[in-house]
């Protein structure tokens, strides 16, 4: 674009205008009033000055000589037109039930009509439509600055298996979240760079579109954030030489096929922030649902708008309707989440039907599961201390979670020791559990919480036993000895903790699992999983 004081002035300026460097040399001299005129060249005078000027503030300030390695100005005559682009839309059922039956599968391939936003010309171009899994009501929100196209989740999936992000080209993004794995990497802790131990377990990423915060201690606000992490993480995939960043993206421009997929994608040669947003395309469309217990919720909503009741409340015979649907289609994924046998199982239909419905009475009642483990991803996306990793009643600094996440400023006490709550989808391939890894099986998770998880000075209100805490203070102020559960005592003001015991039976624990099984999801898409 034109300078627009040049504009201003193009009427007065001579055929063969004086050059810049000899206007701004006659500024405020004698001759200068003289020249051709006068007045007029002492006001294109004053103009040269101020152009010049603002030029020396410019190149005072030069753009750093790496900022190119984390973005670039795109160009425009590099990237795929608008017409060949292909987006990804996303459709749950909730959002149009008659067009989410009529998808026959996970990625559907079809046109859309539209208007080119540079000339308004109508164009008919190819879109994939996302069959979004049944009990998952939403969809993925990208970024406005992020659309997902094919070639940006092509391009993002094939960074996600591709050992390049790494120092030594050992550890890719798939190495701790394995699609074969649950999308994680099955151990208490992962294994980076050069055989460094991480100091968690990885979490999945399955439905981590939904997540609010990412990482366990939330310090990612975006799928964008996030996976500029582990590049530059010296227990993952940093080496510690140079800077861990523009070293990856040195490696990628090497490669001539990754130069020619970021410039149709992004309009430039790869860089981190196309890199982030590639990466961040291919993760939204990870999912897990369809799950039994969907089905079940399904077959109850339609079975109460037959009876007209408007009473939305669970029966064994809406398992059981689920569960027939899976014996008829010979559905071993669900089926072998219950421990049923898709040949020799189906006499076990009404007896599996009504255990899953006493766990999910526990899960939403008794057990108290739902405190945190809510909505359509099982999880109230906060932060909370169960005491994992505690010793004798000690958090060690390292297992402040997200405390430590938090910027001075916004440090809530709140917060120490807590870590995020997980997604329940897909549980029977991310063992072990917790944030360390530390419960082997979902009977010892249920154990974990049945105990009330460990005493600490920061044990989340959810797990404490407030009525116990209370009748030891008042038992202390009056005098009377305390009878109830065992009291620790923490902190300077020796502030009673109380963890409270669920009491579980031995067979509500038994049902509550097999229900928590009765999440497990459709394997991920295979367009999706296979590398």
């Known amino acids: 674009m034109r300078n627009p004081d040049a504009l201003t002035l193009m009427p007065y300026l001579p055929a063969n205008p004086i050059p810049l460097e000899r206007l701004h040399s006659m500024c405020f001299t004698p001759r200068s009033l003289f020249w051709g005129g006068g007045l007029l ?22 753009k750093p000589a790496d900022a190119s390695y984390d973005w670039q100005i795109p160009n425009e005559s ?64 990208s970024p406005v600055e992020n659309p997902i196209t094919v070639g940006k989740w092509n391009l993002g999936k094939k960074l996600y298996f591709d050992t390049i992000l790494s120092s030594d080209s050992t550890v890719a993004c798939a190495s701790c979240h394995d699609p074969r794995k649950g999308y994680t990497d099955q151990s208490p802790v992962s294994t980076g760079i050069n055989g460094k131990k991480g100091g968690v377990s ?72 196309g890199t982030a947003k590639a990466i961040a395309a291919y993760e ?77 009475a526990l899960f939403f009642g008794k057990a108290r599961c739902n405190s945190c483990h809510v909505g359509d991803n099982f999880t109230d996306n906060d932060f909370h201390n169960l005491g994992v990793g505690v010793k004798e009643g000690i958090l060690p600094p390292e297992s ?32 072990p559990y917790l944030h360390d890894g530390s419960e082997a099986t979902l009977e010892k998770v249920v154990d974990f919480y049945d105990r009330g998880g460990n005493a600490n000075e920061f044990l989340d209100t959810k797990m ?32 009673p903790i109380v963890p409270l015991h669920l009491k579980l039976t031995e067979a509500e624990k038994k049902d509550l699992v097999l229900f928590l099984r009765s999440l497990q999801g459709d394997p991920v898409d295979p367009k999706v999983a296979a590398e």
């Open 41 to 62: 060249l002492l006001i294109l005078g004053l103009v040269s000055c101020t152009i010049t000027a603002r030029n020396q503030v410019v190149a005072a300030d030069p």
């Open 464 to 495: 404490r036993d407030y009525e116990a805490e209370k009748a030891y203070l008042l038992a202390q102020q009056g005098g009377a000895p305390y009878k109830g559960p065992e009291v620790k005592l923490f902190g300077k003001d020796r502030k």
């Open 78 to 141: 590099w990237k795929t037109p608008f017409k060949d682009e292909q987006p990804i839309l996303f459709l749950a059922r909730t959002q149009n039930p008659a067009e989410w039956d009529k998808l026959p599968a996970f990625w559907n391939e079809s046109t859309e009509k539209t208007l080119d936003p540079k000339t308004g010309v109508p164009v008919e171009r190819n879109v994939v439509r996302i069959k979004v899994p049944l009990g998952l009501t939403q969809v993925p929100v």
């Open 400 to 431: 402040f979670g997200r405390h430590s996440a938090q910027p001075l400023g916004h440090k809530n006490p709140d917060y120490i020791g807590a870590f995020k709550t997980p997604t329940l989808r897909g549980l029977l391939n991310t063992a």
């Open 202 to 273: 990885a979490p999945t990423v399955l439905n981590s579109a939904f997540n609010r915060l990412q990482f366990w201690d939330g310090r990612a606000a975006t799928l964008e954030d996030q996976s500029q992490g582990p590049p530059q993480n010296p227990v993952e995939m940093f080496d510690g030489a140079g800077h861990a960043w523009h070293k990856v993206i040195e490696r990628l421009r090497k490669k001539p096929e990754y130069v020619k997929m970021f410039r149709e994608v992004f309009g430039t040669e790869p860089t981190r922030d």
């Open 284 to 360: 939204r469309t990870v999912f897990s649902g369809n799950s039994i217990y969907d089905r079940a919720d399904l077959a109850m909503r339609a079975r109460v708008e037959e009876e007209g009741t408007g009473k939305y409340d669970f029966k064994p015979v809406d398992f059981e309707t689920a569960l027939k649907g899976a014996f008829k289609n010979k559905d071993e994924n669900a089926l072998k989440s219950l421990n049923l046998d898709p040949t020799r199982d189906a006499t076990r239909i009404a007896e599996t039907a009504a255990a899953l419905e006493r766990g999910r």
